[in-house]
């Protein structure tokens, strides 16, 4: 009897105890799960080759080796692909950003119907299948001389970005209170200054939010830059590690392959890892103020 | 209404976003469509000829269309429903507090922002039927006897496909089941569970019908992408064996530059948006309907 009562006097408190180290163990599973395909590539990148072609396999290279690594520099122009994401992806970004912050002023300032209208047909245009753009795109690539030129990435991700980056920058420029902006104009302070001085500072983190996923997202794409750069020494890195997987899958070194994996997403792992929190909000602000 | 401010310039303030748009969005799109009513003759150069709605009506008796579109729907199914569940269940975890929550919803958004093409690679390698860490795995567990060519038969293959599309894009689907859950006022669930309810019953009858529009803005996006989904096939599979996972998007990029069967292609692409958006308008009316919850 007595032993019962204690038990359900204790039985909450265990039970929350539970709970919450099962919160915990699905914490480690869905960590574990997450990265377990990244941690695989980097094991691979630093595994000495007879390692990597092993069975059973080997999980813990040693010695730990920085050849594969070293073979991307000198065997494939890895520093190029790498360069030349970094350049499409930043000027992408630059464009997408500078046109965007444009359009975001107008739409954080239009009548409440006309503003909706444009933010649901920005949303409809980011819905588009890719592969819908990508033949005439290519038409006209062509037809400027544009192949294996940068700017033919370039303006194609700053378009396919901007509803993106015109919600995001919306967002940020509503929670500018309207007075700022007409004292300013009263004073007689021109159209772009108020952008300059007064939106793009009070809204940096939205910007930079923006800045972010655009970046990210020029420099993740593949089938434009797949189709619109044909030679080696122009291809970005998504286009230059998948022209690799085309061939047989027998062939592939992939120690090389692994080093060449995780050396293109690093940039990306250090950007959300260290802003995850600005990139989230930001996103999810754009979205839940609808 | 200080929206006034604003009105003589809000014209050339969309200036630049307007003809960037119709630049790379508006006039591809028209040229596509009238691609599509094409057809290229190879004979002297290529040469375009009008003619009507032919391509499309090719489709009828292509049998290679509709193993794209089966490959495209199977792909798109199950992986959405798949990321529309483990996604929400990675929302309510995040949600909870627990210490370190700052770090894991970091990692758990790291899938999200990697190159789809990529790694979609180190999947391959994941599964390669050598070599592949899983075939070990499963081995050292007993699970399978000899290693197990993956990417070598045509239900593993697409399986294999729809394992790297969901730990790509389930991160996409908890971060806006995750922005749902947080627009929830407490005190709606302290109600609730003062009145005794258990946190099962909360779950389910008060949380979840909360977050269903956030779930369906989710389906409404993941959907969409799932039916042009063309990085993974592409880098994982090539769409093989045997155009087993060959998906729509990867056809008509085939019948483009394989083939050079220019309105083909233009055709496919159409039709292929034109069901994708079939798809989504039964979505967007459910979400329009007042739910239950209210």
């Given amino acids: ?290 | 209404m200080s929206g006034a401010v604003w009105t003589r310039e809000r014209r050339w303030l969309l200036a630049p976003a307007a003809a960037l748009l119709l630049l790379v969005v508006a006039f591809p799109i028209a040229r596509l469509l009238a691609l599509s009513l094409c057809r290229t003759e190879l004979s002297h150069g290529i040469v375009l000829r009008f003619a009507g709605f032919e391509q499309h009506a090719r489709l009828w008796q292509d049998g290679r269309w509709w193993l794209a579109l089966r490959n495209t729907l199977v792909f798109g199914v199950c992986s959405v429903t798949a990321e529309l569940t483990l996604g929400t269940a990675f929302a309510l975890l995040l949600d909870r507090s627990f210490r370190g929550r700052r770090w894991a919803r970091a990692i758990v958004m790291v899938p999200w922002v990697l190159p789809s093409a990529v790694m979609a690679l180190a999947w391959a390698w994941i599964f390669n039927d050598s070599f592949g860490v899983l075939n070990d795995l499963l081995s050292r567990m007993g699970l399978v006897r000899g290693p197990v060519a993956w990417l070598g038969s045509p239900v593993t293959a697409m399986a294999a496909m729809i394992v790297a599309d969901v730990w790509k894009t389930t991160p996409f689907v908890a971060l806006v089941v995750l922005a749902g859950l947080q627009s929830i006022p407490s005190s709606v669930i302290e109600a609730a569970r003062v009145e005794g309810a258990t946190s099962a019953r909360i779950l389910w009858h008060v949380v979840l019908p909360l977050v269903r529009p956030a779930c369906l803005v989710a389906l409404a996006f993941r959907g969409l992408q799932a039916m042009g989904a063309f990085d993974v096939p592409y880098v994982m599979t090539g769409g093989g064996p045997g155009g087993s996972t060959e998906t729509i998007s990867l056809y008509a990029y085939r019948s483009f530059y394989r083939y050079l069967d220019f309105g083909y292609g233009a055709a496919i692409a159409v039709q292929g948006a034109l069901l994708a958006a079939l798809v989504l308008l039964p979505i967007i009316r459910f979400a329009r309907r007042p739910g239950g919850s209210r």
């Avoid at chain 1, 992806?89 to 300032?109: D, F, I, N, Y």
């Avoid at chain 1, 929670?175 to 004292?183: G, H, N, Q, T, V």
């Avoid at chain 1, 044909?230 to 027998?250: E, H, P, Q, W």
């Fill in chain 1, 1 to 290: 009897m007595r032993r019962a009562r204690a038990a359900s006097r204790i039985a909450p408190k265990l039970r929350a105890r539970t709970a919450r180290s099962l919160a915990v163990l699905a914490g480690a599973l869905v960590v574990a799960w997450s990265l377990a395909p990244a941690i695989w590539q980097i094991l691979t990148a630093l595994k000495p080759t007879d390692q990597i072609a092993h069975v059973p396999t080997v999980y813990l290279p040693h010695p730990l080796t920085w050849d594969h690594v070293a073979a991307l520099w000198t065997r494939k122009p890895f520093g190029r692909y790498l360069a030349n994401s970094a350049w499409v992806s930043a000027w992408a970004t630059v464009l997408c950003l500078a046109a965007g912050a444009l359009a975001a002023a107008a739409v954080a300032r239009a009548p409440g119907r006309a503003r909706a209208a444009l933010l649901i047909a920005l949303l409809v245009i980011s819905l588009f299948p890719p592969i819908l753009l990508l033949f005439p795109l290519y038409e006209m690539v062509r037809a400027l001389g544009w192949i294996n030129h940068p700017i033919a990435l370039i303006v194609p991700y700053a378009a396919l970005n901007l509803p993106l980056a015109v919600w995001v920058l919306e967002a940020g420029f509503r929670e500018i209170p309207a007075e700022l902006d007409d004292a300013a104009q009263l004073e007689g302070c021109p159209t772009l200054t108020r952008l300059w001085r007064i939106h793009l500072p009070l809204a940096a983190p939205s910007l930079a939010t923006a800045g972010m996923l655009v970046f990210i997202f020029s420099w993740n794409e593949l089938m434009l830059a797949l189709t619109f750069m044909t030679r080696d020494g122009s291809k970005t890195v998504t286009a230059g590690i998948a022209s690799v997987g085309g061939a047989s899958l027998y062939e592939i070194p992939w120690g090389q392959l692994s080093a060449a994996i995780v050396i293109a997403t690093l940039p990306l792992l250090a950007l959300i890892l260290l802003f995850e929190g600005r990139i989230t909000s930001g996103l999810t602000r754009g979205a839940v103020s609808e």
